[in-house]
């Protein structure tokens, strides 16, 4: 340790500036770190901080080895977690020195990036770049993944380094991982890098889905009572251009029906997910025989589809016991 803080004091007399970053990344794979400060005319020192060892430029059969701004890991194992800095040397003997923390994350069985992931999310319209690509020379884009599924479908577009999502909604919002692969002499690396994507999408539709009424559920009733039947949807992601949650009486809608005996109510609220709901609520003030043969239908709409549910009414079989029950 105090060799490596004696190097640092001696050429860092005139200016000593540090800053640490980490690096995820995982087990077997090739990885390329890139000292965070330089320019052509400077020299880089890579070390163990551990141990204080400078890491030499690549011999024969070594798997971690340094050339210039960059440290090389080919591959990578789990033993390479640890601390490491860079040192640049920059003219009049000022030097920046660097710290940087390597995390090597071992498989484990459907995650395929590991569990902290530091490069910038993308927010935005559906570009998605490959992070770090630039890093390794002639790399092939294998395959790209979505939350650790193979991407595919008309809606990607793949470009080099990046891929296109067409109209990006809600349900795209997840961890994109690039995989592809790296040659160094002859030998074949697999690299994955992995960044999160948040969609700027304002809301998505889903298929309009009526949680209730029940489609062909009969409710039952008595005459000269009010009624109140409410029906409730799920139309999509945030707040819909389109929404509508709506009572037809025998296909006619409520709000065109000459009778002053029904009304209707509608309200939204969202839940879990930003999902979002609307609920109508058709008030009858006053059941009469003729609403014993209608159909009461709640349809749902949004800029997808329509979705309908149809409930009828009967008698309360208790009405009519009471009925029968009655008089001497
Ligand atoms: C970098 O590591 C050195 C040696 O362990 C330590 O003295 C220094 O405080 C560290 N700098 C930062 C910014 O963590
Ligand atoms: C790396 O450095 C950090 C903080 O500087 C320290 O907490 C951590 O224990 C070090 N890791 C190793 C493997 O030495
Ligand atoms: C840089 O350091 C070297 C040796 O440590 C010294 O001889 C030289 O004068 C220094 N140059 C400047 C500009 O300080
Ligand atoms: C990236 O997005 C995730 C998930 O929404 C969030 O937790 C994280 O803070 C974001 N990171 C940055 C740098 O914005
Ligand atoms: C990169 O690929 C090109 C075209 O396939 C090839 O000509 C070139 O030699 C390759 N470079 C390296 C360093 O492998
Ligand atoms: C690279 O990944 C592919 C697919 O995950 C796998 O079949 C292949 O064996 C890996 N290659 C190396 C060198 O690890
Ligand atoms: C009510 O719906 C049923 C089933 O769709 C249909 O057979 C019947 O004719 C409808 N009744 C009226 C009054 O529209």
Same mark, same amino acid.
């Given at each position: 340790?105090?060799?490596?803080?004696?190097?640092?004091?001696?050429?860092?007399?005139?200016?000593?500036?540090?800053?640490?970053?980490?690096?995820?990344?995982?087990?077997?794979?090739?990885?390329?770190?890139?000292?965070?400060?330089?320019?052509?005319?400077?020299?880089?020192?890579?070390?163990?901080?551990?141990?204080?060892?400078?890491?030499?430029?690549?011999?024969?059969?070594?798997?971690?080895?340094?050339?210039?701004?960059?440290?090389?890991?080919?591959?990578?194992?789990?033993?390479?977690?640890?601390?490491?800095?860079?040192?640049?040397?920059?003219?009049?003997?000022?030097?920046?020195?660097?710290?940087?923390?390597?995390?090597?994350?071992?498989?484990?069985?459907?995650?395929?990036?590991?569990?902290?992931?530091?490069?910038?999310?993308?927010?935005?319209?559906?570009?998605?770049? =490959?992070?770090?690509?630039?890093?390794?020379?002639?790399?092939?884009?294998?395959?790209?993944?979505?939350?650790?599924?193979?991407?595919?479908?008309?809606?990607?577009?793949?470009?080099?380094?990046?891929?296109?999502?067409?109209?990006?909604?809600?349900?795209?919002?997840?961890?994109?991982?690039?995989?592809?692969?790296?040659?160094?002499?002859?030998?074949?690396?697999?690299?994955?890098?992995?960044?999160?994507?948040?969609?700027?999408?304002?809301?998505?539709?889903?298929?309009?889905?009526?949680?209730?009424?029940?489609?062909?559920?009969i409710i039952e009733v008595e005459l000269g009572a009010a009624l109140?039947?409410? =029906?409730?949807?799920?139309?999509?992601?945030?707040?819909?251009?389109?929404?509508?949650?709506?009572?037809?009486?025998?296909?006619?809608?409520?709000?065109?029906?000459?009778?002053?005996?029904?009304?209707?109510?509608?309200?939204?609220?969202?839940?879990?997910?930003?999902?979002?709901?609307?609920?109508?609520?058709?008030?009858?003030?006053e059941i009469k025989k003729?609403d014993l043969?209608?159909?009461?239908? =709640?349809?749902?709409?949004?800029?997808?589809?329509?979705?309908?549910?149809?409930?009828?009414l009967k008698l309360k079989a208790q009405s009519e016991d009471k009925l029968n029950h009655q008089g001497?």
């Amino acid at each position: 340790m105090m060799g490596y803080v004696h190097l640092v004091f001696l050429s860092t007399f005139l200016s000593v500036s540090m800053t640490s970053e980490t690096f995820d990344a995982m087990e077997g794979e090739a990885l390329v770190i890139k000292c965070p400060q330089w320019s052509s005319s400077v020299k880089v020192n890579w070390y163990h901080t551990d141990t204080n060892k400078i890491i030499p430029a690549e011999e024969e059969g070594s798997q971690v080895f340094s050339l210039e701004r960059f440290l090389w890991f080919l591959p990578t194992s789990r033993q390479d977690s640890g601390n490491y800095s860079c040192v640049t040397h920059f003219p009049r003997n000022r030097t920046k020195s660097f710290n940087i923390s390597v995390q090597v994350h071992p498989y484990k069985q459907g995650v395929c990036f590991p569990s902290q992931i530091r490069y910038p999310n993308d927010t935005g319209r559906g570009k998605i770049v =490959c992070p770090t690509i630039d890093n390794y020379r002639n790399a092939t884009i294998i395959q790209w993944y979505k939350d650790c599924k193979p991407l595919q479908g008309q809606r990607y577009f793949k470009g080099d380094k990046y891929i296109f999502i067409n109209n990006p909604r809600k349900e795209d919002d997840g961890y994109y991982t690039c995989q592809f692969t790296y040659t160094h002499k002859r030998n074949v690396f697999n690299v994955s890098a992995t960044r999160i994507f948040i969609s700027k999408a304002k809301h998505s539709p889903l298929p309009p889905q009526i949680l209730f009424p029940k489609d062909k559920g009969i409710i039952e009733v008595e005459l000269g009572a009010a009624l109140s039947l409410k =029906c409730q949807a799920r139309l999509g992601i945030k707040k819909q251009p389109i929404a509508v949650v709506t009572w037809d009486i025998d296909n006619i809608p409520v709000k065109h029906l000459d009778s002053s005996r029904f009304h209707e109510k509608t309200h939204f609220f969202e839940g879990r997910e930003q999902e979002y709901y609307r609920e109508t609520t058709l008030h009858i003030t006053e059941i009469k025989k003729e609403d014993l043969q209608a159909n009461f239908t =709640c349809v749902a709409v949004n800029e997808m589809q329509n979705t309908k549910a149809t409930v009828t009414l009967k008698l309360k079989a208790q009405s009519e016991d009471k009925l029968n029950h009655q008089g001497p």
